[in-house]
């Protein structure tokens, strides 16, 4: 008999067809490839409505940014807070844009909610049990980054409790992983993409600028990401990567990102997925569902 996976709610035993996830009139898991793009983080109003209105004119869906930065070393850049917050809600208002960014923990819940469409769960915290069961109470959609070190069953049964609180809103993102290997900041596990894909039922991105640490291997990595059955994509934008507070060696300039595009649009073309992005400004209608 079929041996019973240990991430029950998670598995496609469980569920066979693919879930499919509505975000402010955006199906993630379906037919169409979703696509979030934005800055590593928010650091002033001028930058983020650069950016958001060039990723708006080119089909992006939703815009990512970082108000509350987990860093490595206290002393660099922390974010703007709930300013980054406000910042963020004024340009997706603007530019008919949905908006992700990460609760770093639960004492900021309460004052991220309001401004997010999808909470990120960060590497860091894919193996944080408590808050994760805190946001399987929670009615949003949630984007469940592979921890640095996990495994494929770790990284699932952490969806295990969003799910098991209720919340079947689970996005899984495969972000990279930390190997002996040092020459790309992490190595990004294609292979992982399509195991969850066939092990779970739940949506699958690919955020390949965590994954690389380098602009020059977004593009190549996105297409790859789209053949091993992706969902979707994560790419961090930025107008001056050489001048961002942070994470510019893995933020494409605007010129690289609409060097992506006609690759990204070809390769989900081949998967029989339609991408949003367009190489010219496009007539998205704007959504206000605030």
């Not at 401004?115 to 915290?125: A, E, H, K, P």
């Not at 469940?144 to 209720?166: N, Q």
């Not at 979707?232 to 595009?261: R, T, Y």
Request: with cysteine; proline share 4%; net charge negative.
């Amino acid at each position: 008999s079929e041996q019973v996976s240990p991430y029950r709610l998670a598995s496609r035993q469980w569920k066979k067809e693919g879930t499919r996830i509505s975000v402010k009139g955006i199906e993630i898991g379906g037919d169409d490839l979703f696509v979030i793009a934005g800055p590593c983080a928010v650091e002033s109003e001028e930058q983020l409505d650069i950016i958001a209105s060039f990723v708006s004119d080119h089909g992006v869906q939703f815009l990512r940014g970082g108000a509350y930065k987990p860093r490595t070393s206290p002393y660099s850049f922390q974010g703007l807070q709930k300013q980054g917050l406000q910042l963020l809600q004024q340009a997706s208002l603007k530019y008919g844009l949905g908006v992700i960014t990460e609760v770093m923990d639960l004492s900021l819940l309460d004052e991220v909610y309001p401004y997010t469409d999808i909470i990120q769960v960060g590497s860091r915290n894919m193996k944080n049990y408590h808050f994760l069961k805190e946001l399987g109470k929670v009615n949003k959609p949630v984007l469940l980054k592979r921890g640095m070190d996990a495994t494929m069953e770790e990284w699932l049964l952490a969806a295990e409790y969003l799910l098991v609180g209720g919340n079947e809103q689970v996005i899984l993102c495969e972000r990279g992983i930390r190997t002996f290997d040092d020459s790309t900041r992490n190595t990004m596990d294609i292979a992982s993409i399509s195991l969850a894909k066939e092990l779970s039922h739940l949506p699958v991105i690919a955020d390949p600028s965590q994954g690389t640490g380098s602009s020059n291997l977004i593009k190549p990595l996105s297409m790859a990401a789209i053949v091993a059955n992706a969902d979707g994509l994560m790419i961090e934008v930025h107008n001056n990567p050489d001048e961002a507070l942070s994470d510019g060696p893995q933020s494409v300039n605007f010129a690289q990102f609409k060097d992506m595009i006609p690759g990204i649009n070809a390769t989900a073309q081949i998967m029989g997925k339609k991408s949003p992005l367009t190489s010219s400004k496009s007539k998205k209608e704007k959504v206000f569902n605030y």
